[in-house]
């Protein structure tokens, strides 16, 4: 049986708390479908990005590896160089990188949340990539020293990987156009969401726009949206406030959440009509259109979060938007 045909466009999560055993099985069963890329997340107290990359790139053949994303705080950025030249130069154009600021809640927890988080990502990204390209390296920064520091030439790359900033803020943005090949956002991102992203990365080259969203697909529409739901749970709170600003309901959506006693309450008294443009969620037809508009609104990377008990069993339904 010939394989389906890769979307390259259309990529997938990997769920942060996936039965180890599970994990493998999960990327092979992407790359299978045709999805063009699987991206792995760093959250304080699950797993590490760069084993959970290496891992899927070992076991799979094709589909691009993304890690979204390590905190600039968390690595030297010579050593954060050294992992990631491994992994591209092992498994040549296949890996993409997104590196930010973190959760400011989880870096201070250990620590690592600069005064200025601005002034760090700027410098370790400069530096992060002179480093990959094999560039002798002085830096006297702010946060980021390095005193003649390069890359062996047995350690080089062929294909250096695109360097990705995963950020939120006007100004985060804005430093993400100056300084990085591409932007991660996290979910929710509307079309709305990225035109205003875009808007204030104001990129004077080409730059990529990734966009995680959660996805349900389901041939019974409310049957996606009432899946997808419980993955929205968060949006109400304070960070997640750029991505709710660009909608037509973003008032009314900070009254509800301020009238409820929890996230899960908040969840459930979310109308069907906010879910279904907070999420990639409906029938494959609806959700194919979604997709649509998230390119249309200039996204060139659509990563879907699958929701429900069985991430593994909900590719195959995700895969149903592929090639349209």
């Known amino acids: 049986m010939l394989s389906p045909a890769t979307d390259r466009t259309v990529g997938v999560l990997l769920p942060r708390d996936l039965p180890a055993d599970r994990i493998l099985p999960y990327a092979r069963r992407a790359e299978e479908l045709g999805?063009?890329?699987l991206w792995v997340v760093e959250d304080l107290g699950f797993r590490g990005g760069v084993a959970q990359a290496a891992a899927v790139l070992a076991s799979t053949d094709r589909i691009r590896v993304g890690i979204g994303l390590l905190p600039a705080g968390a690595r030297n950025v010579a050593f954060a160089a050294l992992e990631i030249a491994s992994l591209?130069?092992?498994?040549?154009?296949r890996v993409d990188v997104a590196v930010g600021h973190g959760m400011p809640d989880w870096m201070r927890?250990?620590?690592?949340?600069?005064?200025?988080p601005l002034t760090l990502l700027r410098e370790y990204v400069d530096a992060l990539r002179a480093l990959l390209r094999g560039e002798l390296t002085q830096r006297r920064g702010q946060y980021v020293q390095l005193d003649g520091v390069q890359l062996d030439p047995s350690a080089l790359p062929d294909v250096v990987p695109d360097i990705l900033a995963g950020v939120r803020g006007p100004k985060s943005l804005a430093l993400s156009g100056e300084v990085a090949d591409g932007t991660v956002l996290a979910e929710p991102v509307a079309p709305e969401y990225a035109r205003a992203a875009l808007g204030h990365i104001a990129a004077g080259r080409p730059h990529r726009l990734a966009a995680y969203n959660i996805a349900s697909v389901d041939a019974d529409p409310l049957t996606a949206l009432a899946a997808a739901r419980p993955g929205l749970e968060w949006i109400g709170e304070p960070d997640w406030h750029a991505h709710i600003a660009p909608l037509p309901f973003a008032d009314e959506l900070v009254a509800l959440r301020s009238?409820?006693?929890s996230r899960e309450e908040f969840a459930r008294r979310?109308?069907?009509d906010w879910v279904a443009r907070l999420a990639v969620a409906g029938s494959p037809e609806e959700a194919r259109a979604r997709l649509d508009g998230l390119r249309a609104a200039g996204v060139?990377?659509?990563?879907l979060a699958p929701v429900g008990p069985d991430p593994v069993g909900a590719l195959e339904s995700l895969a149903t938007v592929l090639g349209a």
């Open 300 to 303: 060139t990377d659509i990563v």
């Open 270 to 272: 979310m109308p069907d």
């Open 88 to 93: 591209a130069q092992l498994f040549p154009g």
């Open 35 to 37: 999805f063009g890329a």
């Open 109 to 116: 927890s250990v620590g690592q949340w600069p005064r200025s």
């Open 259 to 261: 009238g409820c006693a």
